[in-house]
């Protein structure tokens, strides 16, 4: 719309309100009045041509004004918005005259609805055109009304520069005044500067008298003007006079030490202030202030019968001291006015004496008698201040007792307590008048022995008859009704080594199933032991085929010279169903004639374990020698696990055959039928042929092996013996695989001692078959015990196995494996994962958590969609913040030691791991480098929480960058993760960890515990 100066609409509105007419006799627009509804705007050309016809149309409001091309409406004239009105204010469709009130900035305002002529002073921040438009009286350089105080100049209503007046602060001293409000200090003088009145020579403003008195200045001195006492240095103001200090005037003036005593006046009691003694009623001042008569001020006062001893208050006198009595002597003998020399004869309680002459200096008190304490009794236990009978719970040594509450007629004395015969001593041992440590050698049934030195943790199994609590405990492995059974047979050589308990490598008669029981030779030593003896061969190696038993089979010892290669015993496939673990093993002598009188396994040249793998089924595939052909396993995915036993080389899942080009890549078995002189192995190295690791094993050709070469020359000067062997899957593994109800099992794959426990609804005997510890009428019946460490602390001698509790004490139960031995015991298993660390993130129960033979295996990272197994963040019910937390490690699922294990005690790390995802629980080091109570278990080496981490990197490090799945570290303490001097490492530490040399170890298997407080 097109804008018009002000002058115009109002002009146009006068006109309108006046009805204006044209004084042109000829013109033809006579106008006419409001009510007309004309405007007469004709004479002014420079309006539109549709202002001017005195008829409201187009977008007009009223006639010739408002709307969008005429100029705005005066008062009282039609409107739609505050745009058609002259005042800008539309008021119920018609122009309002403009207001201080209206919300609007018209008339002449500097800002809405405030300053110019007609309305009020803007306020502070308001637009102002000068200093009268503001009610500070300041306009600033920007237009807007503000304080003058800050601006540094005399302004507004300014006494002095930003100082007085009614906005500004009280001006300083020295500085113009109008009145005493506009000074800091209240004194305008009359010459109109502020001046201090304290000091003015004058008597003004509030004073009582000259520059003193009143509310601001110091107290008058004595008879000045004053119209209360705080005006008086005396604080006494009497006929507006301040008052001489007296004695009797009930205020602490002039020399008194307190309110009309001490000083001059009277002494003051206790609790009032004073500077000496004599300022005191009892002569005591304490630090300013007067002191009761006490018995430690060195001084006579009181009841006192001398200094600080004596009458009613203070302790007895000592002897030569005076007295009034004998309760003032500490001998209770007052004799002349002193005080005599106590005794333990005199027929008095005195010295420190309990009961009249006992107890103290004196001998001990009988019982009943009075006592302060157990060195005042014969029995040595004070009770309620009364000397008791000799008992054998007071952890007192009295009465018949050995030793303290041991021995006599109490319980036996533990280990390093004193005794005078056996039955002094729990152990039922006393020598030298010293009760012995249970020794499984000792002839007691003692310690944790379930019969004479044998069974529990620490002694040998006990053999069949003997007494037992679990099946552990026995020879056999087998305890029924608490006493162990007879097994006539081991299936193999590892049931012997496990079940039975035998260590010593030797013959031993098994009976792998069906069939008659065999002699074979077991090492129970070499690689963990447990290996059965399947195949043995002299001049030739053994060829792929299965065969029945043969009596070579029962010692290394070679007897007799065979010209063929001799085959692989086939009984123990009842054992191994699936996988296995298998043996090469060789050695050679000079001639045929000279060997050795009994070859033994140090005498082995070659000796490769090869783990998990199917090759004893492939070669005992059938008893023709056409069709057991065995190819390089590199050719069907990835190399095994396995271990140069001479070297003690460990080589892991996935680590190629590292052959030399010219050579076989990798292991070549027979690789044509019915070819007895091609069966060949190599660990390492070169590959078949290659002489720098000095690993291979058999026959190839008409060349040689390191055990010998192939001839049919029996003069030939060296001679190889060639032998096998395989070992199952751990017991446990077993009887969760086979399928049946077999051995001792009471159920299938479970109980009896051989396997694992069984679960809920499962057959039983005893309640150690079962998970749940509970076997009711024959089933396993359900428990609650919330964690490992709940079943150990109250189960006493629950050995490491599954077991199932319920966390949060309701609901299904989950199967874990519970280890009861290590570092005390009670830790529950919540981490197991192969071929990579464990990730620090919550997952739910998992199978792997059921044991830690064969823990859940995971890809190694080279694969796609690999992702470390996380924390079963089950037991969180149960640890709500500290905790104990274990984390272990072993270079291959195989082996049964740890390579690493690792307790750290009260940390808050499995919360933290367990809150949710790889990123909600990424870990750094919560402790900073303060160190936590820590303990190796491999090694045994504790470190209390005061031994800070001396690591290069700060100590222990989890997870250091979220979503990270290959940083999660800890170390025990020295060089941090990553160094090499205390080989404490556990987990991914970049390109490698201490259980595997490589983060693709495919069998590295990792395991996490937790422990309640």
């Known amino acids: 719309m097109q804008t018009y100066p002000k002058s115009i609409f109002r002009v146009l509105a006068l006109c309108a309100l006046a009805a204006c007419t044209s004084n042109d006799p000829g013109s033809s627009n006579n106008g006419t009045n409001l009510d007309g509804g004309t405007q007469d705007a004709a004479s002014d050309t420079s309006l539109p041509p549709g202002c001017t016809n005195t008829t409201k149309d187009g977008t007009e409001t009223d006639v010739d004004c408002g709307g969008s091309t005429c100029p705005a409406c005066v008062e009282t004239l039609r409107c739609i918005t505050g745009a058609d009105c002259e005042s800008t204010v539309c008021r119920v469709g018609k122009c309002a005259a403009a207001t201080c009130n209206d919300n609007v900035l018209n008339q002449d305002e500097s800002d809405s609805d405030c300053g110019g002529t007609t309305c009020s002073g803007c306020g502070n921040g308001r637009a102002c055109g000068g200093h009268t438009d503001c009610l500070s009286g300041f306009c600033n350089a920007s237009g807007t009304c503000a304080n003058s105080c800050p601006d540094g100049e005399v302004n507004g209503s300014e006494t002095d520069v930003d100082c007085g007046g009614s906005g500004c602060p009280g001006c300083a001293d020295g500085k113009m005044c109008v009145e005493d409000s506009d000074c800091v200090d209240i004194a305008c003088s009359p010459s109109g500067i502020c001046v201090a009145h304290c000091t003015s020579m004058s ?11 009143g509310p601001d200045c110091d107290p008058c001195p004595d008879l000045d003007a004053c119209l209360v006492p705080s005006d008086c240095q005396s604080g006494v103001c009497t006929s507006n006079i301040c008052q001489v200090p007296t004695c009797t005037d009930s205020v602490h003036n002039g020399t008194e030490t307190d309110v009309d005593c001490g000083g001059p006046c009277s002494p003051c009691v206790d609790g009032q202030m004073c500077s000496a003694g004599s300022d005191c009623t009892s002569m005591v001042c304490d630090m300013g202030t007067c002191g009761a008569a006490g018995c430690t001020d060195m001084v006579k006062n009181g009841t006192e019968t001398d200094i600080d001893c004596g009458g009613a208050g203070c302790s007895p006198c000592d002897p030569g001291q005076m007295c009034a009595g004998p309760s003032d002597c500490t001998s209770n003998k007052c004799t002349s006015g002193l005080c005599d020399v106590p005794t333990c004869s005199d027929g008095v309680i005195n010295q420190d004496e309990s009961d009249v002459d006992c107890g ?9 008698l009075m006592c302060s304490g157990p060195s005042d009794c014969v029995s040595g236990v004070c009770t309620s201040n009364i000397c008791q009978v000799p008992t054998c719970t007071d952890n007192v040594h009295n009465g018949s007792e050995t030793d303290i509450d041991c021995g006599g007629t109490c319980d036996g004395c533990g280990s390093g307590l004193m005794c005078t015969g056996p039955s002094d001593c729990e152990s039922g041992v006393c020598t030298a008048g010293v009760c012995q440590a249970p020794t499984c050698m000792d002839g007691v049934s003692n310690g944790g022995e379930t019969d004479v030195d044998c069974g529990g943790p620490d002694c040998n199994t006990c053999a069949a008859g003997q007494g037992c609590n679990w099946s552990k405990d026995c020879t056999s492995g087998s305890c029924a009704g608490h006493i162990c059974e007879t097994i006539t047979n081991y299936r193999t050589c590892r049931q012997a080594m496990e079940l039975g308990g035998h260590t010593t490598s030797g013959t031993y008669t098994i009976k792998p199933g069906s069939g008659p029981s065999e002699n074979v030779f077991c090492d129970m030593e070499t690689d963990g032991g447990g290996w059965t003896l399947v195949a043995r061969s002299f001049r030739h190696g053994p060829v792929d085929k299965a065969s029945a038993y043969y009596s070579g089979l029962a010692t290394l010892h070679v007897t007799s010279i065979v ?84 070297n003690d080389v460990y080589r892991w899942r996935g680590n190629s055959w590292n052959a030399s080009p010219h050579f076989s890549d990798g292991p070549t078995m027979e690789t044509s039928a019915n070819a007895v002189n091609d069966f060949f192995l190599d660990f390492d190295d070169v590959g078949i042929g290659g002489t720098y690791d000095g690993t291979e094993w058999g026959s190839r050709g008409s060349g040689f092996s390191d055990c010998g070469p192939y001839t049919t020359d029996i003069s030939t000067s060296v001679y190889g013996v060639y032998y096998i062997f395989v070992r199952e899957k751990p017991l446990d593994v077993l009887c969760n695989n086979d399928g049946i109800k077999d051995t001792t099992e009471t159920d299938i794959d479970c109980g009896g001692g051989n396997c694992l426990a069984c679960a809920e609804g499962m057959t039983c005997t005893q309640k150690e078959d079962c998970q749940s510890l509970s076997c009711v009428n024959g089933t396993c019946a359900r428990t609650t015990y919330r964690s490992c460490k709940e079943i150990h602390d109250n189960v006493p001698g629950a050995p490491s196995s599954t077991y199932e509790i319920h966390p949060t004490g309701m609901g299904a139960g989950q199967s874990v494996y519970c280890d009861m031995e290590t570092d005390g015991g009670g830790w529950t298993l919540v981490g197991s994962h192969v071929g990579h660390p464990q990730g620090d993130y919550a997952t739910a129960h998992h199978a792997g958590l059921k044991h830690i033979e064969t823990p859940t295996v995971i890809l190694p990272l080279r694969f796609v969609g690999f992702k470390p197994g996380g924390l079963w963040d089950g037991m969180r019910s149960v640890i709500p913040g500290q905790s104990d937390i274990r984390f272990a490690c072993r270079e291959s699922a195989h082996k049964k030691e740890m390579t690493v294990d690792l307790s750290f005690y009260d940390v808050g790390w499995y919360n933290t791991m367990t809150t949710g995802t790889d990123a909600d629980s990424c870990m750094t080091d919560p402790e900073g480098t303060n160190g936590v109570a820590r303990r190796n278990n491999v090694t045994g080496m504790s470190l209390p929480v005061t031994d800070t981490w001396n690591a290069t990197g700060g100590g222990p490090q989890l997870e250091s960058t979220c979503n990270s799945t290959t940083q999660l570290l800890i170390d025990f303490d020295d060089q941090g993760a990553g160094g090499s001097a205390d080989a404490t490492d556990w987990g991914e530490d970049g390109s490698g960890n201490t259980c595997g040399t490589d983060r693709y170890n495919y069998d590295a298997s990792h395991f996490v515990f937790v422990r309640e407080p």
Do not use: M, Q
């Not at 103290?360 to 009943?368: A, E, F, K, M, P």
């Not at 023709?624 to 271990?643: A, F, H, K, Q």
């Open 203 to 213: 008597k003004d403003s509030n004073e009582t008298d000259e520059d003193c008195g």
């Open 360 to 368: 103290g200096v004196c001998s001990g008190c009988v019982d009943g």
């Open 563 to 646: 010209n063929t290669g001799r085959p692989v015993w086939s009984r123990l496939r009842d054992v191994i169903h699936d996988k296995g673990d298998i043996r090469f093993a060789c050695t050679y002598y000079a001639t045929a004639t000279t060997h050795p009188a009994n070859l033994t396994l140090s005498d082995l040249k070659v000796d490769l374990s090869l783990y998990d793998n199917d090759w004893y089924r492939k070669i005992t595939n059938s008893t023709s020698d056409s069709g057991n052909d065995l190819v390089d396993i590199v050719g069907n995915g990835y190399t095994p696990d396995r271990r140069d036993n001479i």
